[in-house]
């Protein structure tokens, strides 16, 4: 007997599909569409962007105007953040480049999916991505810094509230290691922000995971 015949993938179908296993707290329907994802790309940057962050964004959005509870926001979260495990097997393909780059949330953000995010693309580039999640306090980042000798530091914010501590907390990475580059990125800076963070001297704000991947392709020693 012929195996059955899998329909071509087709992007946005896809993701309404896994949209709405987010909505109605569907995980086996969240898996199929995201596992259909993964195969279909070779991109794993899309993947996150385009139907990881796209579905959040849009949970966010309902949550927001009251159309969706709590409890569904929180189910949402936690199915797309075990979801993006699958993409381990792909995040070590390439040969490592003997470099490093210590990823974290600042205090009291305790928002951590975009910044594991950014922790994977430096491992899809060969890089090491040593990510620590969310609400991480500055002295600890600074004692990880000091035991890794990254060639790197990114901070991930997304709540507007989080970017006084971003700043404090850039400014103390800074002051403790003059030499590390800091990048500084997430969607807080939707609302504006950027030209305070990057008055602090070896400070890049970087918006996007294209943004990223390019600033890691270009060598990623500059800010
Ligand atoms: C899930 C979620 C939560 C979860 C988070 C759990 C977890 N494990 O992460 C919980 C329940 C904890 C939570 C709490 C809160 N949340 Co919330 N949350 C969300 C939600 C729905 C999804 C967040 C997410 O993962 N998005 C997807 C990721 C992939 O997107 P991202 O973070 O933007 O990351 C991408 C880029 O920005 C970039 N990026 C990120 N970091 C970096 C860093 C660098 C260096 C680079 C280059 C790129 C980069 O890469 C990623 C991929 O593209 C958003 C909705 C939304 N719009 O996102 C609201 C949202 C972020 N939350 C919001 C709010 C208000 C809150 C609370 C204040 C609610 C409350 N009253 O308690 C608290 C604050 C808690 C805190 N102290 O941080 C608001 C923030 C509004 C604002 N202007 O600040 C949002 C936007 C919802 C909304 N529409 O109003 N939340």
Known sequence: MNPPVKPPFAREETYRR????LLTNNRQQCRENFEQWL???TELRTLYDDLVRRSLYEVGDLWERGRISVATEHLATAISEGLLNLTYPRLFARPRLGKSAVV???ANEYHQIGG??????????????????ANTPVRDVQALIA???????ALSVASVFS???????????RAAFPKVPILVGGQAFRWGGQERVERLPGVRCLLTLSELEAW???????V
């Open 18 to 21: 896994y949209l709405d296993g």
């Open 39 to 41: 195969e279909a790309t």
């Open 104 to 106: 974290t949330c600042v």
């Open 116 to 133: 594991k995010m950014v922790a994977d693309l430096f491992e899809l580039n060969g890089w090491r991505g040593y990510f620590l999640g």
């Open 147 to 153: 035991e890794k000798q990254p060639d790197v530091v």
């Open 163 to 173: 970017l006084d501590t971003l700043i404090n907390t850039a400014g103390e990475i």
């Open 216 to 222: 890691i392709q270009d060598g990623g020693n500059h």
